[in-house]
């Protein structure tokens, strides 16, 4: 069974940096698309960026040029850097999990259960 952690939410003003980190552990996680997606209150799930195992990278256009996906394949790792935070950023972040090289949100079978980012102006 695979398994997903995030960490890294927390509390930052507008301008300001963080970095989430989400571990993935019971399969093989080398050839996974690897995405994060957030959920703002009353609002739709959207992904905010993905990966592939060879670093093919997507960010919706709200956070493009401000956040980072990146991963680490051989620490089962990966990583969402956000710089520049907004206040519209904020919202649970949560980290998925697929096998599919390109997914659709329905093909993202594991899911990690979300960190919180709250971005105060």
């Known amino acids: 069974q695979v398994q997903l952690v995030e960490s890294g939410g927390g509390l930052v003003q507008a301008g300001g940096s963080l970095r989430l980190s989400c571990v993935v552990s019971g399969r093989t996680f080398s050839r996974y698309t690897m995405g994060w997606s957030r959920q703002a209150p009353g609002k739709e799930r959207e992904f905010v960026a993905t990966i592939t195992w060879n670093d093919s990278t997507y960010y919706t256009d709200s956070v493009k040029g401000r956040f980072t996906i990146s991963r680490d394949n051989a620490v089962d790792m990966v990583y969402l850097q956000m710089n520049n935070l907004k206040p519209e950023d904020t919202a649970v972040y949560y980290c998925?999990?697929?096998?599919?090289?390109?997914?659709?949100?329905?093909?993202?079978?594991?899911w990690g259960r979300g960190t919180q980012v709250t971005v105060s102006s």
């Open positions: 998925a999990a697929s096998s599919k090289f390109t997914p659709s949100m329905r093909d993202y079978n594991y």
